[in-house]
């Protein structure tokens, strides 16, 4: 396969099969968007989208956030997509992913903390029923 250099965006239900290069798919149903790698491996890059991991911009051109970096791939690309165009960046190295992994994770789990804490266990949902 040849790289691709640049994404349009197409809103679905769901993922077709096969991914077409140079489309990032969206799918608000399911919270995520996916795409061919652009490094023409052929291998399909699934971004899920949340207020702690990536977000989709849009203003007649589709924009990814923050960089993809496809550690899991053969191909160790990294990358950002801004305003359709494949902005490419350094590999990262073993300590670069692992630190951009534990970012990762923290930040969801940052996310993840308020609403935990606002919802009462299932002691408190009971006591409350007894209450009530």
Known sequence: MTRIDHYTMQCVESFPT??????????????TSGHTCPCGCGREVVTKLSPARYKIIFDGEVSLRPSVAATGLPCNSHYFITRGEVDWHAQLDPAQKARAQASDRRAVETHRAPAEQARPNWWGRLWRRRKG
């Open 18 to 31: 096969p991914l077409k290069p140079g489309v990032l798919y969206v799918s608000l149903s399911y919270s």
